[in-house]
């Protein structure tokens, strides 16, 4: 990181005294290299010497100016079956590659807090990156995925007139110069929230060496994004903020901007923000399930389109699918009826109502079922689900037949702090009634080996391995440590 000095700036807008990034994303694999994107977010007028390569030079390039501060965008490749390196600014960046054979990926989610993330000591709130960090010294990462809360945005409403009381009371009429007003106070406080997650050292550092790719999840919007009342997310204020969080995960999460998005994009126009990676034996699929979300669906036409896609595609392999929400978990519909019965409960219906298990998704989470079932029929092919929002860890199985297993691995918390263990245990005790969504297929929430309960509340991420054709997945967890292997 090279610092330069900033005397002036404008006192609404977040400070930036120093070059924050590289932060490397993994825009596409295509002819045996990994297509790249470094970013970086500099003041205003800064000069950025260029990424140095074996074969040549990378500059970065402005994308965005937002406030006293530019986004920046170099990109380059690299091999991506084998180990490589770049350098930028005097230092040496050395990358696993591993996508031809044997690799190890690192799982993520819910990297913050709902309320004061940016007042947390730094050490204590990423001390999980910090032994990914450490993890990655001793035995390399070929990627890093983000399941979603990549930031906590909840707060970029406080101080405008027009969002303070969001999502309860909003203005019903307001005049056009007013929306731009916060639209630039929104912009700047999604900078803020961005700057402060990339620039702490724990996460830059495996953020300039290991590749990643993110989606996002409703706190990089705000609280319940599509699960909130039509009236909020409709509202000439809700759409403003819902513009401004899609800018800024294009941006930080993806190194882009519209007209400009990767390859690995389901739909160029960026409608719904579904991609899709293929490496030997290897597909990352991972569905958008906020942009199109509603209180009544979780995608709409092009999320399905993407996905019928891929369950008709023949691939042999392994299949990862990124589902920022469990797919499979315990039957929720007592709990939500208790909270809508419930005044004092009610505020909660929202985080129910964004799961599949929702009575009100339960015919879309049949429908995504049996699409991954019908991925799993084809020969050669294992199907995974990878998912976090729950602030805790846990994993499920879904029998698809054939002797085939449908493996859910929840890695949820890596800077956000646990809840109570009695919530970890009520969940628990839920997970007993079990469910069959689709008959003849029973959902079964099963141990982290090692645990005693079926939840672990602790911070963790997720750590899967290839040798060969197997392939294993195992869960860092903040105080037990490391649980044994499971084979999947």
């Given at each position: 990181?090279?610092?330069?000095t900033?005397?002036?700036?404008?006192?609404?807008?977040?400070?930036?005294?120093?070059?924050?990034?590289?932060?490397?994303?993994?825009?596409?694999?295509?002819?045996?290299?990994?297509?790249?994107?470094?970013?970086?977010?500099?003041?205003?007028?800064?000069?950025?010497?260029?990424?140095?390569?074996?074969?040549?030079?990378?500059?970065?390039?402005?994308?965005?100016?937002?406030?006293?501060?530019?986004?920046?965008?170099?990109?380059?490749?690299?091999?991506?079956?084998?180990?490589?390196?770049?350098?930028?600014?005097?230092?040496?960046?050395?990358?696993a590659?591993?996508?031809?054979?044997?690799?190890?990926?690192?799982?993520?989610?819910?990297?913050?807090?709902?309320?004061?993330?940016?007042d947390?000591?730094?050490?204590?709130?990423?001390?999980?990156?910090?032994?990914?960090?450490?993890?990655?010294?001793?035995?390399?990462?070929?990627?890093?995925?983000?399941?979603?809360?990549?930031?906590?945005?909840?707060?970029?409403t406080?101080?405008?007139?027009?969002?303070?009381?969001?999502?309860?009371?909003?203005?019903?009429?307001?005049?056009?110069?007013?929306?731009?007003?916060?639209?630039?106070?929104?912009?700047?406080?999604?900078?803020?929230?961005?700057?402060?997650?990339?620039?702490?050292?724990?996460?830059?550092?495996?953020?300039?060496?290991?590749?990643?790719?993110?989606?996002?999840?409703?706190?990089?919007?705000?609280?319940?994004?599509?699960?909130?009342?039509?009236?909020?997310?409709?509202?000439?204020?809700?759409?403003?903020?819902?513009?401004?969080?899609?800018?800024a995960?294009?941006?930080?999460?993806?190194?882009?901007?519209?007209?400009?998005?990767?390859?690995?994009?389901?739909?160029?126009?960026?409608?719904h923000?579904?991609?899709?990676?293929e490496?030997?034996?290897?597909?990352?699929?991972?569905?958008?399930?906020?942009?199109?979300?509603?209180?009544?669906?979780?995608?709409?036409?092009?999320?399905?389109?993407?996905?019928?896609?891929?369950?008709?595609?023949?691939?042999?392999?392994?299949?990862?699918?990124?589902?920022?929400?469990?797919?499979?978990?315990?039957?929720?519909?007592?709990?939500?009826?208790?909270?809508?019965?419930?005044?004092?409960?009610?505020?909660?219906?929202?985080?129910?109502?964004?799961?599949?298990?929702?009575?009100?998704?339960?015919?879309?989470?049949?429908?995504?079922?049996?699409?991954?079932?019908?991925?799993?029929?084809?020969?050669?092919?294992?199907?995974?689900?990878?998912?976090?929002?729950?602030?805790?860890?846990?994993?499920g199985?879904?029998?698809?037949?054939?002797?085939k297993?449908?493996?859910?691995?929840?890695?949820?918390?890596?800077?956000h702090?646990?809840?109570?263990?009695?919530?970890?245990?009520?969940?628990?005790?839920?997970?007993?009634?079990?469910?069959?969504?689709?008959?003849?297929?029973?959902?079964?929430?099963?141990?982290?080996?090692?645990?005693?309960?079926?939840?672990?509340?602790?911070?963790?991420?997720?750590?899967?391995?290839r040798?060969?054709?197997t392939?294993?997945?195992?869960?860092?967890?903040?105080t037990?440590?490391?649980?044994?292997?499971?084979?999947?």
């Amino acid at each position: 990181m090279s610092s330069i000095t900033r005397t002036t700036g404008p006192a609404s807008g977040p400070a930036v005294n120093a070059i924050t990034g590289p932060i490397l994303i993994l825009d596409d694999l295509r002819d045996g290299r990994m297509v790249l994107s470094a970013l970086f977010i500099a003041p205003t007028g800064a000069i950025l010497p260029p990424l140095l390569l074996e074969d040549g030079a990378a500059q970065p390039e402005p994308l965005a100016e937002i406030s006293a501060c530019t986004v920046l965008r170099a990109r380059f490749s690299l091999p991506a079956d084998r180990p490589s390196a770049y350098q930028w600014n005097g230092t040496r960046y050395a990358l696993a590659g591993g996508f031809g054979g044997g690799l190890r990926i690192a799982y993520a989610s819910c990297n913050g807090e709902e309320h004061g993330d940016l007042d947390r000591d730094g050490a204590e709130r990423n001390a999980m990156w910090a032994r990914m960090g450490a993890e990655h010294a001793e035995q390399p990462f070929s990627l890093l995925l983000h399941g979603g809360d990549q930031v906590y945005a909840d707060e970029v409403t406080h101080g405008h007139p027009l969002s303070a009381d969001w999502p309860d009371r909003l203005p019903r009429d307001p005049a056009p110069e007013e929306l731009n007003s916060l639209r630039r106070h929104l912009r700047e406080g999604f900078l803020k929230r961005y700057l402060a997650v990339y620039a702490a050292p724990e996460f830059a550092w495996i953020a300039a060496r290991v590749p990643s790719l993110m989606q996002w999840d409703d706190h990089d919007i705000c609280d319940g994004w599509g699960s909130l009342r039509r009236s909020r997310t409709y509202s000439p204020v809700g759409q403003t903020l819902f513009a401004a969080a899609r800018e800024a995960a294009l941006l930080f999460q993806h190194g882009c901007c519209d007209g400009d998005l990767p390859a690995r994009f389901a739909d160029p126009e960026g409608s719904h923000l579904g991609w899709r990676i293929e490496a030997p034996g290897l597909r990352l699929l991972a569905p958008d399930l906020r942009s199109e979300r509603s209180r009544r669906r979780v995608m709409a036409r092009g999320g399905w389109r993407m996905m019928k896609a891929a369950a008709k595609q023949s691939f042999a392999g392994r299949s990862l699918i990124l589902s920022s929400v469990p797919l499979l978990g315990p039957r929720l519909s007592l709990l939500e009826l208790l909270m809508v019965l419930t005044p004092r409960m009610q505020k909660y219906e929202d985080d129910l109502r964004d799961q599949w298990q929702s009575r009100a998704h339960r015919a879309s989470w049949r429908r995504m079922l049996r699409l991954v079932r019908d991925m799993a029929a084809q020969d050669g092919q294992q199907v995974t689900a990878l998912s976090g929002e729950i602030h805790l860890a846990t994993r499920g199985e879904m029998a698809l037949g054939g002797g085939k297993l449908l493996h859910q691995l929840v890695a949820s918390g890596i800077s956000h702090r646990a809840p109570p263990r009695a919530w970890a245990r009520v969940l628990g005790m839920l997970s007993w009634l079990g469910d069959a969504p689709l008959p003849g297929h029973p959902i079964r929430i099963r141990k982290i080996p090692g645990q005693s309960g079926r939840y672990a509340a602790e911070r963790n991420y997720l750590v899967l391995e290839r040798n060969g054709e197997t392939w294993s997945a195992a869960w860092e967890l903040e105080t037990s440590g490391r649980s044994a292997p499971l084979a999947l």
